[in-house]
């Protein structure tokens, strides 16, 4: 037996009753969102033409402090619009803008002329003052057309003789408020109008801000350039210190154990004819010492590459990581199988060190930790996806001087171009959201 597809809802109304209601809903907050863009409009054209003015006048001084401040203005404008686009197209639109530099007026004036992206705020100041009318502003009017022709004959009462008497030209004149009822059928036809273009046009008005505002591909390369190296850099010192590290250790540790193993063996050697009980003694501190050193070498090797990593993969490693936390910890995973040997490293210890976070800093009673693998359509690379989250007290940030560790994390994931986002507001609860590209192998 075959059902219905539209099922009605708790309170009786039918789905399609309520998708109804969502799309006027919707195309209301757009009709305010396109009175306030009509609005932007007229200020986008006085912004246009402070920033020219103030640029003809930069010869006479004055006009550096105001190209300034008109183009600190101007990038708060776009900036709106960037964010109204990214809403309505449900994807960022990020800033394209070039790093201010420090110094004078005439230093900074200098490198904002030379951005690409502040001569396309002006281009797209001039396209906005003439693009949005057919956007958003035709969507405003056909609006104002409804309620216009709906109310025709109350327009026609109240308004003298010679107003509102030959809506279509001299040649159709109205002589009383029974001929002007003929025009109210027009009012549901203009609604119409409204109703079905206004999503198409806001988004229409978003994609035209998308492409004047959002950095070109150029400009992408070279901050995606810009990011490489800056990361390269970061992980040649990260793997320096690190190395430093483990010859500290080794130094310190190990090899100063064998060191003393040498020693209290050689010194054995000598008392063997002379003392066999300090001779015994001296096996038996040999032997604790061989027991201590093969600790530390392989708590050595355990942080530079987990044996249960390579036995068990990521699945069974972070499993194990769980069982020894001293906070209740819940593993949940979803992978396909076995993941290249770096990027089950990179994500293993990266989430360690969040763990290691929660329980230091968040005085937390309970924490997740959630990973998993979304294969891209059509493509045999995918994303791996980390979550660790806490019930804690929540502040934690991505900032080098907390002392939380989750810059190491981010230089860690960036030499494989992931990425890291802390969502942690004061009082938690807090989720530590890492992602790294991948093949299933």
């Known amino acids: 037996m075959t059902q219905s597809s539209e099922r009605p809802s708790p309170g009786g109304t039918p789905r399609s009753g309520l998708a109804l209601r969502s799309g006027l809903a919707l195309r209301v907050s757009l009709l305010g969102w396109s009175l306030v863009l009509l609005l932007g409009a007229a200020l986008g054209f006085a912004l246009l033409t402070l920033w020219t003015t103030s640029l003809t006048v930069v010869a006479l001084g004055v006009g550096i402090p105001m190209t300034l401040l008109s183009t600190a203005v101007v990038r708060w404008f776009a900036d709106l619009h960037r964010q109204w686009a990214a809403d309505r197209l ?65 327009l026609y009462e109240l308004t003298p003789h010679q107003v509102f008497r030959t809506p279509l030209g001299n040649g159709f004149r109205l002589h009383s408020v029974q001929e002007s009822f003929a025009l109210v059928p027009l009012g549901p036809v203009f609604f119409l109008l409204w109703y079905t273009t206004a999503e198409r046009l806001a988004n229409l008005n978003a994609r035209v801000v998308r492409a004047l505002l959002a950095p070109t591909t150029q400009a992408q390369l070279r901050t995606r350039v810009a990011q490489l190296a800056a990361s390269r850099a970061e992980t040649v010192d990260t793997q320096a210190g690190e190395l430093r590290r483990i010859e500290r250790d080794l130094h310190d540790g190990a090899q100063a ?139 934690a940030a991505l900032d080098a001087g907390t002392g939380t560790g989750l810059r190491g994390i981010d230089r860690r994931l960036a030499a494989f171009d992931g990425t890291l986002t802390v969502d942690s507001p004061p009082g938690g609860p807090t989720e530590i959201r890492m992602s790294l590209p991948c093949a299933s192998s």
Not at 111 to 135: E, Q
Not at 321 to 344: D, K, Q, S
């Open 90 to 154: 449900g994807e960022p639109v990020a800033r394209p803008y070039l790093p201010a530099p420090d110094g004078s007026w005439l230093v900074r004036l200098w490198a904002i002329l030379r951005d690409p992206a502040s001569w396309r705020d002006w281009a797209w100041l001039v396209a906005n003052s003439l693009t949005g009318w057919f956007t958003y502003g035709l969507s405003f009017t056909l609006f104002l057309g409804g309620v216009f022709y709906l109310s025709y004959p109350l």
């Open 257 to 395: 154990r064998l060191v003393s193993l040498g020693m209290s063996l050689g010194l054995a050697e000598q008392l063997l004819p002379l003392d066999p009980q300090a001779v015994q003694q001296l096996l038996a501190e040999a032997r604790e010492s061989t027991a201590d050193a093969l600790a530390e070498l392989r708590d050595l090797v355990r942080g530079i590459h987990p044996p249960v990593l390579a036995d068990r993969g990521l699945d069974g490693a972070l499993q194990a990581l769980a069982l020894v936390n001293p906070i209740p910890t819940t593993v949940v995973t979803r992978l396909p199988g076995r993941l290249p040997a770096p990027v089950e490293s990179a994500a293993y210890f990266a989430v360690a060190e969040a763990l290691s976070n929660a329980i230091k800093h968040a005085r937390a009673q309970h924490i997740e930790i959630t990973v998993e693998f979304t294969p891209h359509p059509g493509a045999a690379t995918g994303s791996l996806t980390m979550r660790v989250s806490d019930d804690g007290c929540g502040g």
